[in-house]
């Protein structure tokens, strides 16, 4: 499976942006599908994933502000953030998981909030 994520960029804080994610190659198996960041200094978190079902999870810092939605017939998924705060600057990287445990990353995309 090979991702290609693009959007991001600077944003003024309270500002919105998309992300997107397009999988190819072996996507029949695609499972869950989400998005994690990584600020400098910090671990790489959750922010957000949906299931093939449609079953979502949000971090609780962005809860209210993103969401997150996938085009199964098309194998994207996609990160609407609204009321970005400074907070959200960070590397984002759209994940999939084909079964249960195998893990494809994609290859990142800067969003920097400025205040």
């Known amino acids: 499976v090979q991702l290609q994520a693009c959007g991001g960029g600077l944003v003024q804080a309270g500002g919105s942006a998309r992300l997107s994610c397009a999988a190819s190659?072996?996507?029949?198996?695609?499972?869950?599908m989400g998005w994690y960041r990584q600020a400098p200094g910090k671990q790489r978190e959750l922010v957000a994933t949906?299931?093939?079902?449609?079953?979502?999870n949000y971090a609780d810092s962005v809860k209210g502000r993103f969401t997150i939605s996938r085009d199964n017939a098309k194998n994207t998924v996609s990160l609407q953030m609204n009321s970005l705060k400074p907070e959200d600057t960070a590397v984002y990287y759209c994940?999939?998981?084909?079964?249960?445990?195998?893990?494809?990353w994609g290859q990142g995309t800067q969003v920097t909030v400025s205040s």
């Open positions: 190659g072996s996507t029949f198996s695609i499972n869950v």
């Open positions: 994940k999939v998981t084909v079964g249960t445990v195998v893990n494809y």
């Open positions: 949906i299931s093939s079902g449609g079953s979502i």
